[in-house]
């Protein structure tokens, strides 16, 4: 079967017969499951289905927040009022890792006729770096915008530090305007992005040595690309969540190195390393984008890695164990041993 993409907009209100059958699809092939590999990572997808949940999330003085039908994506989007008083600011406070992304995406409808304001992003010292954005030059009417994470258009003095994001949204927004915003997503350059191991805070399906590992969404270290032929290389998750590349050898038919995996490790996915890349692109844009390195497969497990001093196994040579020998752990040496018994029984 073919690669599917889950919806996790969907199912909410009305969706096409496809898209239903195309979640089914995704969802019976583990797209949903934790540590999810993607190209990009969704800061807000504005899903908000009453106004109390997204008066939760959002809040600015003199912005008068609540849900919206009139969307872009999905089921729902933000509506922000603004009142008589210019320049006012409405902010999402959420911790976000951003060092590994290239772009940020945004829908973005104004009542009026091309209004200039901006969004922000504010790290944890107070740092804060802005784009500037404008309105469509109809009114009422969609524009997406693509902005440059490393060349913000000013800041307050010091740019804001990317991994270190504590909170975003727009300021400096026109008097007595109706704003209507949906999807804010950040899309990946030379990395991947990683979603959250804990489900909704409740499903805990990734183990490693018997415990639950913890990791909130974030983006992958970022990829070297190759110097001249194409690579494969492994992204893998430790016990404390943190993600680390496995990285293979350069060749016109290159294989992962799959003996280079760390003991106390997960697998999440291969990555296809082309050495034209500026950028990594999920499987399905692979395509359309030749010359850029791509998410090549999922290799996630049943989301449970055994772990424990055999781990250590590879220091004796259990080729070699004989029937009436055994394996010891050597508390001085933190080795096993392939040891004769002391006595033998018929």
């Known amino acids: 079967m073919e690669r599917h993409y889950f919806d996790h907009n969907q199912p909410q209100g009305s969706m096409s017969l496809m898209n239903l059958r195309n979640s089914l699809r995704a969802l019976f092939q583990g797209d949903l499951m934790p540590l999810r590999p993607r190209a990009s990572f969704i800061l807000d997808d504005m899903e908000y289905a009453t106004d109390a949940q997204a008066q939760s999330a959002w809040s600015g003085a003199g912005c008068a927040v609540t849900h919206s039908l009139t969307k872009q994506e999905g089921s729902f989007a933000l509506q922000v009022v603004i009142d008589a008083t210019p320049n006012r600011q409405v902010t999402r406070i959420k911790a976000l890792d951003l060092s590994g992304f290239k772009e940020i995406l945004l829908w973005e409808r104004c009542s009026g006729v091309s209004q200039a304001f901006r969004l922000f992003l504010e790290d944890g010292s107070g740092h804060v770096s802005y784009w500037l954005l404008t309105s469509h030059a109809t009114a009422n009417t969609w524009k997406q915008d693509i902005l440059n994470l490393a060349v913000p258009d000013g800041n307050n003095g010091t740019p804001a530090v990317l991994s270190n994001i504590t909170d975003f949204g ?177």
């Open 170 to 346: 727009f300021y400096q927004l026109p008097a007595s305007q109706t704003f209507i915003f949906d999807t804010i997503k950040a899309r990946c350059g030379m990395s991947v992005a990683i979603d959250s191991c804990e489900i909704g805070s409740f499903y805990k399906q990734a183990y490693i040595g018997g415990q639950p590992i913890s990791m909130t969404a974030k983006s992958s270290p970022v990829i070297t690309a190759p110097a001249a032929n194409p690579r494969i290389d492994i992204l893998v998750v430790n016990s404390a969540g943190t993600l680390s590349w496995v990285v293979g050898t350069e060749a016109a038919n290159p294989v992962p190195n799959w003996a280079g995996i760390p003991s106390a490790r997960i697998p999440i996915c291969l990555v296809y390393c082309k050495n034209t890349m500026s950028k990594v692109v999920d499987y399905e844009d692979k395509d359309a984008n030749l010359n850029e390195g791509f998410i090549y497969s999922d290799i996630r497990p049943l989301y449970w890695a055994a772990v424990s001093n055999l781990s250590a196994l590879s220091d004796v040579s259990i080729s070699g164990l004989a029937n009436n020998h055994v394996l010891r752990y050597n508390s001085t040496s933190g080795k096993w041993e392939n040891k004769t018994p002391r006595a033998v029984y018929a």
